[in-house]
């Protein structure tokens, strides 16, 4: 293979559909996060990327829509069990938003992927008190250069996050307006 | 690096080429909405051939090599300008220097190709259903900084991985099938690679096929011809 | 054990130094031609060059044109002949790391670069691995298919360049052998010597990184990538500055080193402090800030590693390290930003506001500007 692929999804290949299709209008991602969709998306079922579901509309490779829902107190924000060196990024609760920007950073750049933040600003997200995060990532597997956005809240010491990445030519431009508005839909659930 | 740690290594593309049919696709399957034909004297430029040739070792360690990469890189260079020939293309040179400034678009549309390979060629269970059964991949307008530098409007990506077994590999492969009693097949070498054609005023994929098999041999001219031929399979004419 | 006594007695030949067999006086090769692509020689060096094509097009290699032909010139002075076929890539990955490759491709990490002290220990490290470029280790090394493999890897063939996954897979398959490394210690001194650098310079690297890699709980030196390729032995230090004794004098072009490096010395430290390695960084920069005490920017970063860390007495570190960033003057912007955040911590907010003011006054265009705002705003209240 030209690159090693190993910070990318692993697809799970057992048994049942890998992909599923999101339709448009209401969903609800995991029990309190409620968002509106547009337009129909692509969920893949991975393994390497829980605790967050998956989206994409170009494919893996390309653009990766991923979604974190009632992330607890000391629970890692990417799978756990694999290498017992790797340092690993667990959220907690009493987390400020510089705080939960930097593991965030931490869990994109563990591949030695370069990491540069754009824009760091509160926002309100799922009806609470927010934040938005714009970056550019440069990808250590293959050498494509990524734009980014997230949006984040925590409720009742729960996180909540959506995070988009693409290619800075072209992709990102093409799907971050339905982004936007999937993140301005959104709701968390009391 | 062994054949088991690269599938590991989640190399989707390999993986899901070998779990795919390998049959002909019907030619729907690998052109976009709307694409019949190149025009005549369209100005076509082939992109540096991104080639690599192994050998497995007995043990079953990958093993890059270089000479046969090198002729294999003649054969299929040869076998491409040849092709342009019969499909009445103007070719356009891009040297390797050249082709410095366009590495983002290059290593953008590796992903892209990567993405097409398995969403669209792959297994049924990985067909993203927003992209209804079609190509349909742009890689937008910053493709035209090819088309302007170069005077092209279409551009060729070639991407071949190949790999072949040694004597001691082979030795190794019939003593497993002899002992498994048939249950095991293991792989001798695995071809696999993508060619994909971009209209370079609007990005679009217009043509992609998608390689694999266990079967062809890059390393001798008129093998490697063959090779071509079903990378370029239902290339479209022109009109 | 006949070197050893041999480097002892004091060999008065002065910078001709015994090879890998005693007795034998190194002499610089002629240059190497480019072999026969269908011998085992030629496919390792097609294969180097298109991983130098990689390399040459990587988002990752650092580009200045001026820091890359101040480190270029310090490589040819050191190849002396061997000039032309040396050419440098600087590659931004906070780790300790150079490496040549068979066709002449020399890569040096950015890690690197901000561990040195001056460019007479860069140059003991470059001209090691010019060493092993010179006595062709790499190629006696790669006819075992195993390293082949490995070692193609590590070039980016099957990775970017400054591919740090595959340590594993390095020192098991690729370490250079004893003989190899001290080869090429003693080679590179005598490079040094001829392009007047003080070799002198030379052990106090290898120690340096040893001294950053035990500090971690655990540390394997075997994992860090220029460890995992050139084995540390316990003599080398001795070796090197026994050699270094019989030749004494050169420069170490402090000076030179530190003003060519002070424009990217902030990114450097910045990468080194995201790597999220505590133990290591902190080694690292009070190493730093015992050489160089005037530097607000390294008082900065191992601030913000203490933060980072939040231990017990981390963030009193932390504070007591960004308020010598601030007396020193000169500080980042970003060390208010750090103080602020403690102090906000620490409900101050009299001081928490004062340095988020500060911040934002310094650093009008911050990109986390509207959170610090946000946090000021709400600290008014």
């Given at each position: 293979m030209k690159r090693a692929l190993l910070a990318l999804p692993i697809l799970?290949?057992?048994?049942?559909?890998a992909v599923t299709k999101i339709a448009p209008g209401e969903t609800t991602v995991g029990e309190r996060l409620v968002v509106k969709l547009d337009g129909a998306w692509n969920q893949i079922n991975v393994q390497n990327m829980r605790p967050a579901q998956l989206w994409t509309m170009e494919g893996i490779y390309v653009d990766q829509f991923r979604l974190y829902s009632?992330?607890?107190?000391?629970?890692?924000?990417h799978p756990t069990?694999?290498?017992?060196s790797q340092k690993s990024f667990n959220f907690r609760s009493n987390m400020q938003p510089d705080e939960i920007a930097g593991l965030f950073e931490g869990m994109l750049t563990r591949d030695g992927s370069r990491f540069t933040l754009a824009r760091l600003e509160p926002v309100a997200f799922g009806g609470l008190p927010g934040f938005r995060l714009e970056y550019a990532l440069i990808r250590k597997a293959d050498n494509v250069q990524l734009s980014g956005v997230g949006y984040f809240a925590v409720s009742r010491g729960e996180l909540f996050a959506i995070l988009y990445m693409a290619?800075?030519?072209?992709f990102f431009q093409r799907h971050v307006g339905q982004v936007e508005q999937i993140a301005r839909s959104a709701q968390v659930k009391e | 690096m062994r054949i088991e740690s690269l599938l590991r290594a989640g190399c989707a593309l390999l993986l899901a080429s070998l779990l795919a049919p390998g049959a002909a696709w019907p030619q729907t399957r690998n052109r976009a909405e709307g694409f019949d034909a190149l025009p005549k004297n369209a100005r076509l430029v082939v992109m540096p051939i991104d080639i690599e040739l192994f050998s497995i070792s007995g043990g079953g360690v990958l093993e890059p090599k270089a000479d046969w990469t090198d002729a294999a890189s003649k054969h299929l260079k040869a076998a491409l300008d040849a092709k342009e020939k019969s499909l009445d293309v103007t070719a356009v040179e891009l040297s390797e220097k050249d082709a410095d400034e366009f590495d983002e678009i290059n290593a953008l549309h590796g992903a892209i190709a990567r993405s097409i390979a398995l969403h669209?060629?792959?297994?049924?269970?990985?067909?993203?259903?927003?992209?209804?059964?079609?190509l349909d991949w742009s890689m937008g307008e910053p493709v035209r900084a090819i088309r302007d530098r170069t005077g092209a409007d279409y551009a060729l990506f070639t991407w071949i991985r190949d790999s072949y077994a040694s004597t001691e590999r082979q030795i190794a492969n019939v003593a497993i099938a002899i002992l498994s009693l048939g249950r095991v097949i293991p792989l001798g070498g695995v071809q696999s690679g993508y060619a994909s054609l971009v209209?370079?005023?609007?990005?679009?994929?217009?043509w992609f096929n998608a390689l694999a098999r266990i079967s062809g041999d890059l390393r001798e001219a008129g093998k490697a011809g063959e090779t071509l031929d079903k990378l370029l399979e239902n290339f479209p004419d022109s009109k | 054990m006949k070197r050893r006594e041999f480097l002892a007695a004091g060999c008065?030949?002065?910078?001709l130094l015994a090879g890998a067999a005693a007795g034998a006086e190194w002499q610089m090769p002629a240059r190497l031609a480019r072999p026969e692509l269908a011998t085992e020689e030629g496919g390792l060096w097609a294969m180097m060059d298109r991983a130098e094509v990689q390399l040459r097009r990587s988002?990752?290699?650092?580009?200045?044109p001026k820091l890359h032909d101040y480190v270029q010139d310090i490589a040819c002075r050191l190849g002396a002949a061997h000039c032309p076929d040396i050419r440098v890539y600087l590659v931004q990955t906070p780790l300790f790391n150079a490496n040549m490759a068979p066709n002449g491709m020399m890569q040096v990490w950015t890690g690197l670069m901000l561990r040195v002290d001056n460019e007479a220990q860069l140059a003991a490290v470059i001209g090691h691995e010019i060493g092993h470029y010179l006595a062709r280790h790499t190629l006696e090394h790669l006819r075992d298919v195993k390293s082949r493999s490995a070692f193609g890897q590590f070039l980016?063939?099957?990775?970017?360049?400054?591919?740090?996954?595959q340590l594993a897979l390095l020192a098991s398959a690729f370490a250079y052998s004893r003989d190899q490394e001290r080869e090429a210690d003693q080679i590179g001194v005598v490079l040094m010597r001829g392009a007047?650098?003080?070799?002198?310079e030379a052990g106090k690297v290898w120690d340096n990184l040893l001294l950053e890699i035990q500090?971690?709980?655990?540390?394997?030196?075997?994992?860090n990538p220029m460890f995992a390729t050139h084995p540390s032995e316990e003599e080398r230090r001795e070796t090197l500055l026994r050699v270094a004794a019989t030749a004494p004098g050169g420069v170490n072009n402090e000076d030179a080193w530190q003003q060519q490096t002070a424009p990217f010395r902030r990114q450097w430290l910045k990468d080194e402090v995201k790597r999220g390695q505590h133990e290591e960084s902190l080694a690292l920069l009070t190493r730093l800030i015992v050489h160089s005490?005037?530097?607000?920017e390294y008082f900065y970063a191992r601030g913000e590693v203490y933060r980072s860390r939040a231990g017990d007495k981390d963030l009193d570190s932390a504070l007591a390290d960004y308020q010598s960033a601030i007396g020193l003057?000169?500080?980042?912007?970003?060390t208010h930003r750090g103080l602020g955040l403690i102090q906000r911590q620490r409900m101050h907010a009299a001081e928490a506001k004062e340095s988020f003011r500060r911040y934002l006054d310094a650093?009008?265009?911050?990109?986390?500007g509207p959170l610090i705002k946000s946090y000021l705003e709400l600290l008014a209240q």
């Open positions: 799970l290949l057992a048994g049942c559909a009632g992330i607890k107190d000391g629970q890692a924000i069990g694999g290498n017992a290619p800075r030519l072209a | 669209h060629f792959g297994p049924s269970m990985y067909r993203l259903p927003t992209k209804d059964g079609k209209d370079l005023t609007t990005g679009r994929v217009l | 008065a030949c002065g910078t988002p990752f290699t650092l580009r200045d980016g063939l099957f990775g970017a360049a400054g591919a740090v996954g007047g650098y003080d070799p002198a500090a971690k709980p655990g540390g394997d030196p075997s994992r005490p005037t530097r607000p003057g000169g500080e980042p912007p970003e650093m009008p265009d911050a990109p986390d």
